[in-house]
């Protein structure tokens, strides 16, 4: 594994292609993204949703589509709609907080758990790393969590379940992973998490629709999220373990715009740096978003962010080995190829989480029809199999 580990860093960490800008997609192109939103809205994936496409330089492609949630009356989806974007809250805002705190010299990836966490200083636990909770290879497996002190539960649970696969070198995606290192930030930093990503990284880099909780102002720019029940939630996270933690958690709750994304996105591109505010260090982001743990060739993660494995869908075909994203349940998704100049950004009032494959298929074709108008011409796949 340390080989693949080596070539897989060697890859990543390699000078990026040419910065130039890439032409606006053709209007051909800018059709079949159409056609592939229009399809998912007539099949009931989703009620709407927005698409952005961009580079370094900024967006080269954003437009809105269908209604902004399941009532059929509501209004039509807005360019600045705001979604609840679920587990892109894992990477936009925990994964940097506590890379943030690293470089501030106030933790360490590598030190133990029980460090922060007193509860894992067993025989069994206490060679659970930080970064076992960021590669999801902790050994930690979600669990029912209840009121009144969900937080207190996730973190004695956590260190008494026995761990599923050996740490270190299986993976298993948990959110309860994200939930600690969620309160690990106000640990840390004596501030809460959505106080800290807000002064490091929101306000700087101008993301001024992102945030937990968001307020009432702007409830009609917020689109709804679809319960179990067919009852919709504004404003509120989807996630349970969410709501229970007020809102406010490592691993869902964050409210955002794809216009922000684009913003945060940009910023991973040009080092951690967007319009002249730094708000990481090169090396930092070099560092999250290089292979930190692969799994026979199945699984390779970064710092909190996917870099392949089963829920690689948007990377599509055609994005370079050094991509990387992440996705939501709700809904949403990213991915980032920092050697191509091109990122993706999905949005979704999403109405189908049975029929996941063809979600996935959905994010996997908007990536391809990206990198076949945006890449260098030599690059550019052919997208076949859409819709």
Avoid at 3 to 8: D, E, K, P, T, W
Avoid at 150 to 160: D, K, T
Avoid at 371 to 378: N, R
Wanted: proline content about 7%; aromatic content about 8%.
């Amino acid at each position: 594994m340390r080989h693949l580990l080596l070539v897989l860093l060697l890859i990543f960490v390699s000078p990026a292609a040419s910065s130039a800008v890439p032409p606006s997609p053709p209007l051909s192109v800018i059709m079949d993204i159409d056609l592939l939103m229009e399809h998912a809205i007539s099949q009931r994936l989703i009620a709407g949703g927005v698409v952005l496409i961009g580079a370094r330089s900024g967006p080269l492609f954003q437009r809105a589509y269908g209604r902004m949630s399941a009532d059929p009356l509501s209004p039509a989806m807005r360019i600045d709609a705001i979604f609840d974007v679920a587990s892109l809250t894992k990477v936009v805002a925990t994964t940097s907080a506590v890379m943030k705190l690293a470089e501030e010299g106030k933790i360490s990836v590598e030190e133990s758990v029980a460090a922060w966490f007193p509860e894992f200083g067993t025989e069994a636990k206490k060679g659970v790393l930080l970064r076992h909770l960021l590669t999801h290879t902790s050994g930690i497996a979600d669990f029912p969590l209840l009121l009144p002190d969900p937080l207190h539960q996730a973190v004695e649970g956590g260190a008494l379940h026995p761990a599923r696969g050996e740490v270190g070198n299986s993976f298993c995606y948990a959110d309860l992973n994200f939930i600690l290192l969620g309160d690990l930030v106000q640990r840390a930093s004596g501030v809460p998490l959505d106080r800290y990503v807000a002064e490091r990284f929101f306000i700087p880099l101008g993301m001024v629709d992102t945030f937990f909780t968001p307020p009432l102002a702007i409830r009609s720019r917020l689109s709804p999220t679809l319960l179990s029940d067919g009852g919709l939630l504004t404003g509120e996270p989807q996630d349970l373990h969410a709501r229970q933690l007020g809102g406010v958690a490592g691993h869902a709750g964050l409210f955002s715009t794809a216009t922000d994304l684009a913003r945060f996105c940009r910023m991973l591109m040009n080092g951690g740096e967007l319009e002249g505010r730094r708000v990481l260090t090169e090396r930092t982001v070099a560092e999250m978003t290089a292979p930190r743990y692969a799994e026979g060739g199945k699984v390779v993660r970064g710092l909190g962010w996917d870099i392949a494995s089963p829920y690689s869908a948007p990377r599509g075909h055609g994005f370079s080995v050094g991509s990387f994203g992440h996705t939501g349940y709700s809904g949403g998704s990213i991915w980032i190829d920092p050697r191509q100049d091109l990122f993706v950004v999905l949005l979704t009032a999403r109405l189908d989480f049975r029929h996941v494959v063809d979600f996935n298929r959905l994010r996997r074709d908007l990536s391809t029809l990206a990198v076949t108008c945006l890449a260098p011409s030599g690059e550019r796949p052919a997208p076949a199999g859409l819709f």
